[in-house]
């Protein structure tokens, strides 16, 4: 029988997925890794080449030995990966310098690009949806300036994804949805923008071809195959950004469509003609989607999967201990006592993500505010819930931000991600958001939109759009409760007021901020 291989190249791990044709999960082989601070480069976040193609090495030898396969069963891979990394070549393509996606290393960059360039950054964003935050031009300027040896030997560049399928193929290139979070590139056009790079005197020939998700780019070389396992008769073809192929793996591929990905970040993401001008305010990004003439209004709510499990790691032993006992998962018995308390956790206000403000990206430092010291109140109950429903307030801001330059009316949610295996996480963003949500059976969502592509390319399916409404199911849907949606209004007003205010903290230096752009 023939199979697809979906490479994961995600923040905290890489996994190689299988999937039969009907995009059932065959076998998942998964390796945590992590992305270190440089010595002495603040804020720097390294992506290891070397150690790391390691690791994705074992992911495929290891899914294949689980699924009992040979690599001529595998037809054809595919990859996806956190947006925004990227690994720099030399001309001989061999890979010289890697970032991850939240490396924020180019501060007096983005300063210099700033103060010397004036208005670049906005004219820069109105072609491709990004600012500087996490783009690539002040990484490579920061490269330049601080190791010009290794900066004169780059040739080439691509996204972290597009490098696992370069060290597959031999071939360097990338797709538009992952080089669209670049900067880099035009929304429009699909395709680089190297005058963008020439304008702050960075190379301009640096950049590989462009091609649609789906497309075959080779076959695997007799070197990759020789340590994968794979066969040399395996297609390799094009993937794409992990939110992007995430929202094909949930069906999310026509205009006006909307998901939210509930994991270490949240993404709330809108599909949008791709003609659509990103708004004046810079408060959003917008992104490339993997269907050629669709882009993604995004809003990210950083860390909230993050802030979960760093509350469950630090007050919840109890909790896991019971869930040990009854072999249930921890946020199960979490849920179980949270549900119980009442629509704003009894005034509980969770300091931690501010909403999306992509021209100007900083965060409050961590706290829980608006304590009681009643135990019968405060607790780990209400604590807990009051962090499902801030992470829920948060997603519906960025949602209303989003709507308003779009002018799109959003009644349907698709969500998706660990958070939606929570049944009262599930309800309280219906609850906030107003809207009906839906949850899909698939577990692997991005990993399924990667093997969508890679079954484009095996000439399995017609195209990614066609794959998505035939392979996605649904499990649950939850509808809104009126009385509860107009309670959580009042609510998301406070909590902006209270925040703005957090912030006023960190701007006079009395706390510190929780993550801040490059430049900020």
Not at 19 to 27: E, H, L, M, R, V
Not at 159 to 174: E, F, N, Q
Not at 340 to 358: A, N, Q, T
């Amino acid at each position: 029988m023939q199979h697809l291989m979906a490479i994961d190249a995600g923040t905290g791990s890489v996994r190689a997925v299988i999937f039969d044709t009907k995009g059932n999960q065959i076998a998942v082989a998964q390796k945590e890794w992590s992305h270190l601070e440089v010595e002495g480069v603040p804020n720097s976040m390294t992506f290891d080449t070397e150690k790391n193609w390691d690791l994705a090495v074992c992911c495929i030898q290891t899914s294949l030995k689980e699924a009992n396969l040979k690599g001529s069963d595998i037809i054809a891979v595919s990859a996806t990966s956190m947006r925004e990394g990227i690994v720099l070549y030399d001309k001989e393509g061999e890979a010289l310098w890697g970032v991850a996606n939240v490396d924020a290393r180019a501060d007096k960059e983005v300063r210099f690009l700033k103060e010397n360039y004036e208005g670049i950054e906005e004219e820069f964003y109105k072609i491709s949806g990004q600012t500087f935050a996490l783009g690539a031009l002040p990484r490579i300027l920061w490269l330049k300036n601080n190791n010009p040896e290794l900066y004169a030997k780059v040739a080439s560049v691509s996204m972290i994804g597009d490098w696992i399928l370069a060290k597959l193929s031999g071939i360097i290139a990338t797709d538009p949805s992952n080089g669209g979070t670049s900067g880099i590139f035009s929304l429009r056009k699909r395709d680089w923008e190297p005058e963008m790079a020439e304008r702050v005197g960075i190379k301009a020939d640096i950049f590989p071809p462009s091609l649609e998700p789906g497309t075959v780019m080779g076959r695997v070389t007799q070197e990759a195959s020789d340590v994968t396992g794979l066969s040399t008769l395996t297609k390799v073809v094009m993937g794409g950004g992990d939110v992007q192929l995430g929202a094909a793996g949930l069906g999310v591929v026509k205009e006006g469509q909307v998901a939210i990905l509930g994991g270490s970040f949240w993404q709330q993401v809108v599909n949008i003609k791709s003609d659509t001008l990103p708004p004046e305010d810079m408060g959003i990004r917008v992104n490339p989607h993997v269907v050629k003439g669709l882009s993604q209004a995004e809003g990210i709510t950083f860390f909230s999967g993050l802030v979960m499990r760093w509350f469950r790691d630090a007050f919840c032993e109890m909790e896991k201990q019971e869930a040990l006992e009854r072999e249930v998962d921890v946020y199960t018995v979490l849920e179980e006592k949270a549900k119980d308390v009442p629509v704003g956790s009894y005034g509980i206000l969770p300091i931690f993500s501010d909403s999306m403000k992509y021209g100007k990206w900083y965060h409050a430092a961590p706290a829980f505010l608006n304590l009681s010291i009643d135990p019968e109140i405060c607790n780990k109950a209400s604590m807990f819930r009051s962090l499902e429903e801030n992470a829920c307030i948060v997603s519906a801001i960025n949602l209303e931000k989003i709507k308003a330059f779009t002018n799109l009316e959003i009644g349907e949610i698709v969500f998706a991600g660990g958070a939606s295996k929570g049944a009262l996480w599930c309800q309280i963003l219906s609850d906030v958001t107003g809207c009906k949500i839906k949850v899909p059976k698939v577990t692997e969502a991005t990993a399924l939109g990667a093997a969508m592509a890679a079954g484009v390319g095996a000439g399995i399916y017609e195209s990614i759009v066609t794959a998505a409404e035939d392979l996605v199911v649904w499990e649950k849907e939850y509808v809104p409760d009126a009385s509860n949606h107009s309670k959580y209004a009042e609510i998301k007003e406070r909590w902006q007021e209270v925040y703005e205010n957090q912030l006023k903290l960190v701007d006079r230096g009395l706390t510190q901020s929780m993550w801040k752009a490059p430049g900020i």
